[in-house]
Structure formats: structure tokens, C-alpha cells
């Protein structure tokens, strides 16, 4: 069993900050890219960053020099640190990981349940 859990969203004013993290957890041989994505209301599930196991990093044009991907690979979690927030950044934020399970060859995309921020005054 492998599971994505999401933590650290909230309500911030905007131009605040939120980190938010993820933490992989399960019979995980290897976790391959990681990402963020979100999803505002009404809208459809978007990227927002993108990790590789090195630290080879892809943001979307919208948040590129306010957010910041990073990843801990010892400890299998991922983090998104958020600053300068707008209120068009309030959506439920999703990980995503690419990971090959223990005794496993191809890896398979796993989800979290998602994290709400909201941006508002």
C-alpha cells in the first residue's frame, strides 16, 4: 500500500506565504518526479510544479518566482513553499509522485487527497 498525504493548508492574506508539504509513505522501492497541481473551483486540475529525483525543476508560468519546489529524498516528502500569494492561487493543492513499490519494476502515479488554500482578505 502506498499513500501521498498532504499537509499545511490554510487561509493567508494575500502577498502572504504557506509551505505546504507531502510525505510518501508505503512499501516504496523508488519515488520517481514528484508534483504539485491544483484545483480552483469550477476549473480543472492544473500543474503547478514539477520535481525530479536530482532536483530538476518545471513551474508553471503563473506562479514562477513566487513558488518553490523542493524535495527530501530520505525522508520521501516534497514541499511547495508559496510566497507573494493571490487570491487566484486559492484552490485544493494535490501531490502527485511517480513511485515503484517494493518488489515492483514500472512505476505507477499516486495522489494525495489534496490540501485547501485560500488566499483572501
Known amino acids: 500500500q502506498v499513500q501521498l498525504v498532504e499537509s499545511g493548508g490554510g487561509l493567508v492574506q494575500p502577498g502572504g506565504s504557506l509551505r505546504l508539504s507531502c510525505t510518501a509513505s508505503?512499501?516504496?522501492?523508488?519515488?520517481?518526479?514528484m508534483g504539485w497541481y491544483r484545483q480552483a473551483p469550477g476549473k480543472q486540475r492544473e500543474l503547478v510544479a514539477l520535481i525530479s529525483r536530482i532536483g530538476i525543476t518545471n513551474y508553471a508560468d503563473s506562479v514562477k518566482g513566487r513558488f518553490t519546489i523542493s524535495r527530501d529524498n530520505a525522508k520521501r516528502e516534497m514541499y511547495l513553499q508559496m510566497n507573494s500569494l493571490k487570491p487566484e492561487d486559492t484552490a485544493v493543492y494535490y501531490c502527485k509522485a511517480e513511485i515503484i513499490k517494493s518488489g515492483g519494476y514500472y512505476p505507477s502515479d499516486y495522489w494525495g487527497q489534496g490540501t485547501l488554500v485560500t488566499v483572501s482578505s
Open positions: 508505503g512499501s516504496i522501492f523508488s519515488t520517481n518526479v
